[in-house]
T-cell receptor, first 112, second 116 residues
C-alpha cells in the first residue's frame, strides 16, 4: 500500500524566513496530494492541495510543488509569521482512491 | 453549513471495556474516514466508508471496527480496550463527485479516548 515519508520532523525558522517541508510517496498511481495544518488542540485543516496533472500550485504565501517522476512533493511557506507555527501533515491518496495516507508531520516553529 | 461532528469529545474507559464513537459528516458528504492520532505517529488510517460500505481498512487489529448508516453517519467501535488505544480519534468526511475522490477531507474535532 501507499507509504508517505515526511521531513524534517521539526523545523525552526525566524519570522520572515522561508520554510520548506518535503514528502515522498511510494505508490506511483497516487494522484492527489493535500497538505494539512494542525494548530495545538485543534483539528487538521486543509491549506492547499495539488493534483497529479499539475506541477505547482500557489496560494498567497503558500506553494506546493510536485515531481511525479521522483515521487515527491514539497510545501513552501514564504515570509513566515508566528501564526504559521503548527504541525503540518502531507498526504497522498492511495491508488484505490479510498484512503488518504499521511506523513508523520512536521512541527514548524516561527520565532519573532 | 455544519461541519463534521464527533461525539463524545472526551472519554475515559477501563482496560477490557469497549467503546463506540460517533461521527456525523457534512451534509452531502458520503465518504467518512477514521484516523487514530498519537504523538509521534501522526494520523494513522483506520477505515473508510462510502454508501454504507467499508471500502478500505488500515493496518489495525480486528478489535477496531466501524459502520456507516444510510444517512452517512458513521460509528467506530473498539472492543477489549488496551492502554495503547489511548489516542485522539478523528473522523473526516469528503465529497465524492462522479466517482472522483480527489477532494480534501474536512476533519471533526475528534474524540479523546483515555484508557486506564
Amino acid at each position: 500500500g501507499e507509504n508517505v515519508e515526511q521531513h524534517p520532523s521539526t523545523l525552526s525558522v525566524q519570522e520572515g524566513d522561508s520554510a520548506v517541508i518535503k514528502c515522498t510517496y511510494s505508490d506511483s498511481a497516487s494522484n492527489y496530494f493535500p497538505w494539512y495544518k494542525q494548530e495545538l488542540g485543534k483539528r487538521p485543516q486543509l491549506i492547499i492541495d495539488i493534483r497529479s496533472n499539475v506541477g505547482e500550485k500557489k496560494d498567497q504565501r503558500i506553494a506546493v510543488t510536485l515531481n511525479k517522476t521522483a515521487k515527491h512533493f514539497s510545501l513552501h511557506i514564504t515570509e513566515t509569521q508566528p501564526e504559521d507555527s503548527a504541525v503540518y501533515f502531507c498526504a497522498a491518496r492511495d491508488q484505490a482512491g479510498t484512503a488518504l495516507i499521511f506523513g508523520k508531520g512536521t512541527t514548524l516553529s516561527v520565532s519573532s | 453549513k455544519a461541519g463534521v461532528t464527533q461525539t463524545p469529545r472526551y472519554l475515559i474507559k477501563t482496560r477490557g471495556q469497549q467503546v463506540t464513537l460517533s461521527c456525523s459528516p457534512i451534509s452531502g458528504h458520503r465518504s467518512v474516514s477514521w484516523y487514530q492520532q498519537t504523538p509521534g505517529q501522526g494520523l494513522q488510517f483506520l477505515f473508510e466508508y462510502f454508501s454504507e460500505t467499508q471500502r478500505n481498512k488500515g493496518n489495525f487489529p480486528g478489535r477496531f471496527s466501524g459502520r456507516q448508516f444510510s444517512n452517512s453517519r458513521s460509528e467506530m467501535n473498539v472492543s477489549t480496550l488496551e492502554l495503547g488505544d489511548s489516542a485522539l480519534y478523528l473522523c473526516a468526511s469528503s465529497l465524492i463527485v462522479q466517482g472522483s475522490a480527489n477532494y480534501g477531507y474536512t476533519f471533526g474535532s475528534g474524540t479523546r479516548l483515555t484508557v486506564v
